[in-house]
């Protein structure tokens, strides 16, 4: 029988040229630093969307801002701009120290994503961008709206009418689906979300409740993509979690907020201060995009690393590879079964696969257990509650300062660990604040005692 072929070669070529790929097949938690990467900010021009897009989408929300704090109550007193606080974590850091017996330098940041209004995710950014990236440019063309208008007619009948005729569709395995769903339906759209088997039903109850079209799906995200691009006829916006920029722009403004909050908090990010982001990787729109923007707003002075289950570590395997969206984790075995909502993605986006190639630091993965029990020590020590897909990045630190990849590089880079001693390491929590009080318990249950 022939051997398939992954690429050019067959699983055991890649596991013996590359250990971390026979550690993944093994889900065995690794940290890995990534050879591609490049210092400077050359490579932000050489993937199709730039500073300036950037600084586009930015205005456009806020000139959405006046009608989000309408249609949104929660959002007025931020006055229509959806964000999420940074809160410094001592409590968290010393449990990290200890429970895994490294010593991190520097201190410990949370970016409560789980806390941003509408969708309590981080999908409030792209996928909410995207919806108001798509009925501006609608009202613009048909001469409805100008951009200096204040954005609060858009909740004028005539808008919701026109709206009404129009179609919207994503697939999702939840979070994205409940960003599109919930600013669709408050447009007025026609919004249908192509649910995967791993979605959870009270997302599909909200989303049904709002007027919303659910499919649901026996199979995973890449299906419900699949299908739900294909059902989408031509007049039908489908939001393409795996290759939109448009989402990726959406994402990226948090970078431009996060800079004015760390001076807020007089954190200084340069080459003697570094700043180390980690964020949970599903397709990698989400962490790609805000990395994107981070990359732009601090340069070399920042890293970003991505943390993904070990159930289904597709950006992982998309870059070490160099083979992006042409490699899946069933190809190497692994089941794409995890808890981690959102993070159950067994093909990477090609498209931030081949951004992310120069500009990210390096990649953790981490079992299911251990989120299960971050949600729990998180919660006791904290009293942050988050879900278990958005505590992944909190084993970035002991990966980097406990790993021996992790320690090489530190050395390379600072001379050391304790060339950090004025590191700022920056966990990005990525949902939360939406899931029941029932379903959250269970969470941190399962977490008791890992
Ligand atoms: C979607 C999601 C992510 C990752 O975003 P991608 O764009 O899919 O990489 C991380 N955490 C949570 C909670 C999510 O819903």
Not at 342 to 351: I, T
Request: charged residues 25%; hydrophobic residues 40%; negative net charge.
């Amino acid at each position: 029988m022939e051997e398939k072929l992954i690429g050019s070669k067959t699983v055991e070529q890649w596991e013996k040229e590359i250990p971390i790929l026979a550690d993944a097949a093994a889900l065995r938690e690794t940290f890995w630093i990534n050879p591609h990467y490049k210092k400077g900010k050359a490579e932000l021009s050489l993937c199709g969307v730039s500073p300036a897009d950037m600084d586009d989408a930015s205005a456009r929300l806020t000139r959405f801002a006046p009608f989000i704090a309408r249609a949104f109550p929660e959002t007025e007193k931020n006055k229509g701009i959806i964000e999420s606080p940074l809160q410094e974590i001592p409590a968290m850091l010393d449990f990290l120290k200890k429970d895994r017996g490294v010593q991190i330098r520097g201190r410990l940041l949370l970016k409560c994503d789980n806390l941003l209004p509408i969708s309590g995710s981080i999908k409030a950014r792209g996928g909410i961008y995207e919806v108001l990236a798509h009925a501006e440019k609608l009202a613009l063309e048909r001469g409805m709206l100008k951009e200096s208008d204040s954005y609060d007619v858009l909740l004028e009948n005539s808008f919701h009418n026109f709206f009404r005729t129009r179609e919207l569709a994503v697939g999702s395995t939840g979070n994205l689906g409940l960003s599109i769903g919930i600013m669709g339906a408050r447009l007025g759209f026609k919004t249908t979300v192509h649910m995967s088997a791993d979605a959870r039903q009270w997302k599909k109850d909200l989303l049904r409740s709002k007027g919303v079209t659910v499919v649901e799906y026996d199979a995973d995200y890449s299906k419900a993509v699949e299908e739900g691009r294909k059902l989408a006829g031509p007049g039908c916006h489908f939001v393409d979690d795996e290759n939109s920029k448009t989402l990726f722009l959406g994402y990226s403004v948090a970078a431009l907020r996060l800079k004015t909050q760390l001076e807020a908090l007089r954190i200084p990010v340069d080459a003697e201060h570094p700043l180390f982001v980690y964020l949970p990787c599903g397709v990698g729109g989400g962490p790609g995009g805000v990395s994107y923007g981070i990359k732009r707003v601090f340069g070399s002075a920042a890293h970003c690393f991505f943390a993904e289950p070990t159930h289904a570590p597709c950006m992982l395997l998309g870059l070490v590879t160099g083979l992006q969206d042409k490699v899946c984790v069933g190809d190497f075995g692994i089941d794409n079964k995890t808890c981690a909502d959102g993070l159950a993605v067994g093909r990477p986006s090609s498209f931030v696969g081949g951004v992310m190639d120069t500009l990210l630091s390096g990649e953790v993965t981490v079992s299911d257990e251990q989120l299960y029990y971050l949600v729990h020590e998180l919660a006791d020590r904290e009293n942050l509650w988050l879900e278990p897909s958005a505590t992944a990045g909190f084993m970035g630190p002991p990966g980097l300062y406990g790993s021996e990849a992790g320690k090489a590089w530190l050395g390379e880079q600072f001379g050391g660990a304790a060339g950090t001693g004025n590191a700022t390491h920056l966990v990005w929590a990525t949902g939360g604040s939406m899931v029941p009080a029932a379903e959250m318990r269970k969470y941190y249950e399962m977490g008791k005692g890992a």
